[in-house]
């Protein structure tokens, strides 16, 4: 009987994230992933960059590449993978993992391999905004504050991301944002933050938009107004219990499509995507790319 062809795939890993080393992980796949179904390579990155530069050399070449890392490495390497026959896998070992959370991959690793051998997979959404995409969250306001901070800061993790947010949250100034949706404008006041979501969660289990779906053909915009300091507890009690709205400072919509303007007195000097900071522009264009992405997760009724 003719020998079933087996399926090639490449484990990028980032061992700059999360605060866990990566070192076992060659070992993890020798123990846990089938090797009747899979033939493989592994490659630990060397510079940040080069996760996406190994996945567009890679994209033809491999049925799977899996990003082993958190969401900022999930991103590199999903960019050049949108449309096209290559699947995107997760082994999470980032600070937050916001996408693998929300698509119900273990935090485990030796089950997220294990579930690479279930050759499940779904198609979901991306977001496109002039060159760039990404896949679970992006945003303006404190959460790109932080991401920058985060970026060049020597320790990750929750713990040290949390310790940022509370030394910054005092002097953070909100901004003047001019938000349209599918053509219609919704705000031009100040604002805490505007969040994009594909997802539901930033990660950590820190839910800014609930009822978010990652292949409903919508993004979620969401938005914190200024609240006083004494409501910081409140709103992070609600954040990560998933109640954002019933926040009075809250406020979330649906589209296909959303401009923000950034008013031009703004000191506001980056936007993140995917918890990664990039610089922004006063004029920021989104747009969802609907089923763009294929992706190995768990079977819908497991999730
Ligand atoms: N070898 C490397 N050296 C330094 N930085 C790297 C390297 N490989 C990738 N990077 C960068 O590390 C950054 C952080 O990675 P990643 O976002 O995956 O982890 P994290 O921030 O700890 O987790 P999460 O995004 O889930 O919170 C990314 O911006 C990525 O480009």
Avoid at 52 to 60: D, Q, T, V, Y
Avoid at 207 to 228: E, W
Wanted: hydrophobic fraction near 40%.
């Amino acid at each position: 009987m003719a020998e079933r062809k087996k399926r090639s795939a490449l484990f990028i890993v980032n061992p700059h994230s999360g605060t866990k080393g990566k070192d076992h992980i060659p070992a993890l796949l020798n123990k846990y992933l089938d090797p009747t179904i899979f033939e493989w390579d592994v490659i630990f990155t060397q510079y940040a960059g080069e996760a996406r530069e190994l996945s567009n050399a890679g994209k033809e070449k491999y049925d799977l590449i899996v990003a082993t890392g958190g969401d900022g490495t999930i991103n590199e390497i999903a960019r050049p993978l949108l449309h096209s026959k290559a699947v995107l896998g997760i082994i999470p070992c980032g600070s937050g993992n916001g996408l693998a959370r929300h698509l119900g991959i273990p935090l485990n690793q030796k089950k997220a391999i294990q579930l690479l051998n279930e050759q499940h997979m779904m198609v979901i959404d991306t977001i496109k905004l002039d060159s760039d995409i990404f896949l679970n969250v992006a945003g303006v306001g404190f959460d790109a504050h932080i991401a920058q901070s985060f970026a060049s800061s020597k320790k990750r993790g929750f713990i040290s991301y949390a310790m940022i947010a509370l030394r910054e949250i005092r002097q953070f100034r909100c901004t003047d944002y001019q938000l349209t949706i599918d053509g219609e404008q919704k705000i031009e006041n100040a604002s805490f933050l505007v969040s994009i979501a594909n997802s539901s969660q930033f990660g950590n289990n820190a839910h800014i938009a609930p009822t978010a779906r990652i292949a409903d053909g919508l993004m979620d915009i969401c938005i914190l107004r200024d609240f006083p300091f004494w409501y910081y507890p409140i709103l992070i009690y609600r954040l990560f219990t998933g109640r954002l709205k019933n926040s009075k400072y809250y406020q979330c919509w649906q589209g296909k499509e959303a401009l923000i303007k950034i008013s031009n007195d703004s000191d506001e000097k980056f936007i993140h995507l995917d918890g990664d900071p990039y610089p922004v522009k006063n004029i920021i264009n989104f747009s969802i790319d609907p089923l763009s992405l294929q992706v190995a997760c768990k079977p819908a009724s497991d999730r």
